[in-house]
Nanobody, 124 residues
């Protein structure tokens, strides 16, 4: 079955950077759009970024535009989220997700598979 495994989370000071990875298995990775979501304590799950199956198109939440970059390496079956200029409000569990149904999905219902999440904590 399809599995998505996130890694790269951790504790970082405000202004720092982290790169999250999402390794996929059990699927034809290159046929899936990939996305990142996050859930902060006491808040709803929030869209962060998505990338098309080819990697040529992407979109971002306004809150992360200019700071986060989503990318993918289809040869490695892996998607990435480069996070720069991190802020305390970026603290959340980050989830990757895959969609075979949509070109550039931006909401949870458009995704078919989800990872377990990785914690990102940004200290002030």
């Amino acid at each position: 079955q399809v599995q998505l495994v996130e890694s790269g989370g951790g504790l970082v000071q405000a202004g720092g950077s982290l790169r999250l990875s999402c390794a996929a298995s059990g699927c034809t990775f290159s046929s899936y759009a990939m996305g990142w979501f996050r859930r902060a304590p006491g808040k709803e799950r929030e869209f962060v970024a998505a990338i098309s199956w080819s990697g040529t198109s992407s979109n971002y939440a306004d809150s992360v535009k200019g700071r986060f970059t989503i990318s993918r390496d289809n040869a490695k079956n892996t998607a990435y989220l480069q996070m720069n200029s991190l802020k305390p409000e970026d603290t959340a569990v980050y989830y990757c997700a895959g969609s075979q149904r949509a070109f550039l999905p931006g909401y949870p219902g458009a995704f078919d598979y989800w990872g377990q999440g990785t914690q990102v904590t940004v200290s002030s």
